[in-house]
T-cell receptor
Framework: AQKVTQAQTEISVVEKEDVTLDCVYE???????LFWYKQPPSGELVFLIR??????QNEISGRYSWNFQKSTSSFNFTITASQVVDSAVYFC??????????????FGTGTRLTIIP | DVKVTQSSRYLVKRTGEKVFLECVQD?????MFWYRQDPGLGLRLIYF???????EKGDIPEGYSVSREKKERFSLILESASTNQTSMYLC?????????????FGPGTRLTVL
């Protein structure tokens, strides 16, 4: 069975500080995808990134960066120079191996990030 | 842009009522999903549909049923609402393909069962 663990339930940092959200996953599949979603106070989940299991390159998008390490089964998310607009709940998710389009996502329990002005 | 809409943002129902939650997507996506979100539990999959009239149970299907008569619409049905079904319900859709494409989410329906 697949599992995603986000051990940090809540994090608060002062604006402009860097913050890292941890994600650890478990799967027996050799092919899988990892995702991060952001859920702002409005409630709608917003897709941030997808990474497949064969691509361990780190990715940077503006102030956001992601560190994928298969050796530790982790897919951590760092926000640099945090801003108040980054306040949200962040979810990490793991897909099943490809199965003719019927794959499901397994979500972590989320990390609530609060940026203090 | 993909748009997923849900019929209500907030809903209050009585125990024992039959409740319909509607979800519509406008991007011709094959797959649609219903989740419930509860504090400390994250998102849990109730049902999903990979094509019209097709449905599969998710992790917590008990007490729910679904209907997908048209490709763009996926309905979640609570046959007899109970207080433990008070939750945030999220609908999502995605296109199927060789790789696992991201899901697009609606704004959610916060259901309270009294």
């Amino acid at each position: 069975a697949q599992k995603v663990t986000q051990a940090q339930t809540e994090i608060s940092v002062v604006e402009k500080e860097d913050v890292t959200l941890d994600c650890v996953y478990e799967t027996r599949d050799t092919t899988y995808y990892l995702f991060w979603y952001k859920q702002p106070p409005s409630g709608e989940l917003v897709f941030l990134i997808r990474r497949n299991s064969f691509d361990e390159q780190n990715e940077i998008s503006g102030r956001y960066s992601w560190n994928f390490q298969k050796s530790t089964s982790s897919f951590n998310f760092t926000i640099t120079a945090s801003q108040v607009v980054d306040s949200a709940v962040y979810f990490c998710a793991l897909s099943e191996a490809p199965n003719f389009g019927n794959e499901k996502l397994t979500f972590g329990t989320g990390t609530r990030l609060t940026i203090i002005p | 842009d993909v748009k997923v809409t849900q019929s209500s943002r907030y809903l209050v129902k009585r125990t024992g009522e039959k409740v319909f939650l509607e979800c519509v997507q406008d991007m011709d996506h094959e797959n649609m999903f219903w989740y419930r979100q509860d504090p400390g539990l994250g998102l849990r999959l109730i049902y999903f549909s990979y094509d019209v009239k097709m449905k599969e149970k998710g992790d917590i299907p008990e007490g729910y049923s679904v209907s997908r008569e048209k490709k763009e619409r996926f309905s979640l049905i609570l046959e007899s609402a109970s207080t433990n079904q008070t939750s945030m319900y999220l609908c999502a859709s995605r296109t199927s393909g060789m790789s696992y494409n991201e899901q697009f989410f609606g704004p959610g329906t916060r259901l309270t069962v009294l």
